[in-house]
């Protein structure tokens, strides 16, 4: 199939774990990578919508303070994970700027833009939650790299 993740196994990995998707060498010979960053266990467990959005919402704004690389951050509409859109980045150099963005989550006082004025649902948001999310993500850095169970 023509999407990456379509042809993922999604019964034989286990998460969390963070792994290249895809990686795209541009005309001017930039690469950019897509990271899954993967929180949940598929088809066993996922995040509910209010923690994806904080998520959302936190790790976009807070990873642009560790890189410039950044082109976006996006959440998976299964709701186990999200896909970090990275230029010139490799997986050594992204590890720790997820973790330092995460451990910024864990800091946080407020989830970013959740407001009417600069979200389309503003109100959908546990910042609790995306917290404990990325608080059990770090818990188990020592896996991130080892995708298959």
Not at 55 to 66: D, F, P
Not at 82 to 106: K, M, N, Q, S
Not at 114 to 120: D, P
Request: proline residues 5%; contains cysteine.
């Amino acid at each position: 199939m023509n999407v990456e993740s379509f042809n993922l196994d999604h019964r034989t990995v286990s998460a969390p774990y963070v792994r290249v998707a895809d990686t795209k060498t541009l005309p001017g010979g930039d690469v950019l990578t897509k990271f899954d960053v993967r929180f949940a266990q598929p088809n066993v467990a996922h995040l509910e919508m209010p923690v994806v959005h904080s998520l959302e919402h936190l790790m976009a704004e807070h990873m642009r303070n560790h890189t410039d690389a950044v082109i976006d951050v996006s959440p998976m509409g299964c709701q186990t994970g999200f896909y970090a859109l990275l230029l010139g980045v490799d997986t050594a150099a992204f590890l720790p700027i997820l973790e330092a963005t995460l451990r910024d989550v864990l800091a946080a006082l407020e989830v970013p833009a959740a407001n009417e004025v600069q979200c389309g649902w503003g109100t959908s948001h546990d910042l609790a939650g995306a917290q404990g999310a990325a608080r059990a993500f770090l818990d188990r850095r020592d896996e991130w790299e080892q995708v298959q169970a």
